[in-house]
């Protein structure tokens, strides 16, 4: 309106009813884009979390990441053996695996990076890179596929994929044939220790845009994975409540 008429006397009055109008209507309602995302069940993380126990909001800073972690974690191996990945791909809804390897001082799985679903699936469409079993650690890395055809947003045939999954499983040779997962991983996702801040855990996760967040312990191996819907109000406050009823002399009542 302003642009149009150029008059520049009523800006900052305009400015001001605007401005009026959003704080009352805030007060008595919340916004659209907030309703929408409510309505169609996206997990949208607020800036601050806002968690009650007793009608007293709960400071996150006295919690840690192992609090509200999941601990059943499903890992990946950089040597995976073909039958059990596809297995485990049928049998879970899980968008991501940590994936673990050995280490070098005293042979235990740590951490090592994460890897899509999606990316699980474009691998095995590619029979060609499937190795047999052999003695040792090492894979060669002739021929690996490149990066643009593994990142992909969805499935191109899943049709395809559930037959190739249902082959995997079922058919005895594949039980000896193994894929190397280490050049298609992300070595640069996040992981926090599990005595990490629960408060800087969720502005870490909600400023990144993360869909996973991997749980270590002080060796590196993996304990826990956290999810976006980890870090919603509701599964949130319920677990950290249980988690004051657990440490409270009287079970929390």
């Known amino acids: ?32 884009y907030s309703s929408l995302l409510r309505l169609k069940c996206i997990p949208y993380l607020d800036v601050e979390p806002f968690v009650q126990h007793r009608r007293e ?76 079993e052999t003695n040792n650690e090492s894979f060669s890395f002739s021929h690996p ?3 643009e055809k593994i990142t992909v947003e969805k499935l191109p045939k899943p049709s395809r994929l559930a037959m190739l999954l249902n082959c995997y499983t079922t058919d005895p040779r594949y039980q000896q044939l193994f894929i190397n997962l280490e050049p298609y991983i992300n070595k640069s996702a996040m992981s926090v220790q599990a005595h990490f801040s629960l408060q800087r855990t969720y502005i870490i996760f909600r400023t990144l845009g993360l869909r996973h967040l991997t749980v270590v312990d002080l060796q590196n191996r993996v304990v826990g994975v956290i999810t976006r819907k980890d870090l919603m109000p509701l599964p949130l406050g319920k677990r950290l409540r249980l988690q004051l009823s657990a440490h409270s002399p009287d079970g929390g009542e």
Do not use: C
């Open 145 to 147: 596929l490149p990066y």
């Open 57 to 132: 909001r709960l400071n996150l800073e006295l919690f840690s990441a192992r609090d509200v972690m999941e601990p059943n974690v499903r890992v990946l191996h950089l040597k995976e053996n073909i039958a059990s990945l596809a297995w485990l791909l049928a049998s879970t809804s899980h968008g991501g695996f940590p994936v673990v390897g050995r280490s070098k001082s005293d042979h235990t799985q740590v951490f090592q990076g994460t890897i899509k679903r999606l990316e699980l699936f474009m691998l095995l469409e590619n029979e060609h890179i499937f190795e047999p």
């Open 1 to 32: 309106m302003v642009e149009i008429t150029n008059d520049v006397q009523s800006l900052l009055l305009i400015m001001l009813a605007v401005m009026m109008a959003k704080m009352v209507g805030d007060i008595f309602n919340a916004s659209l």
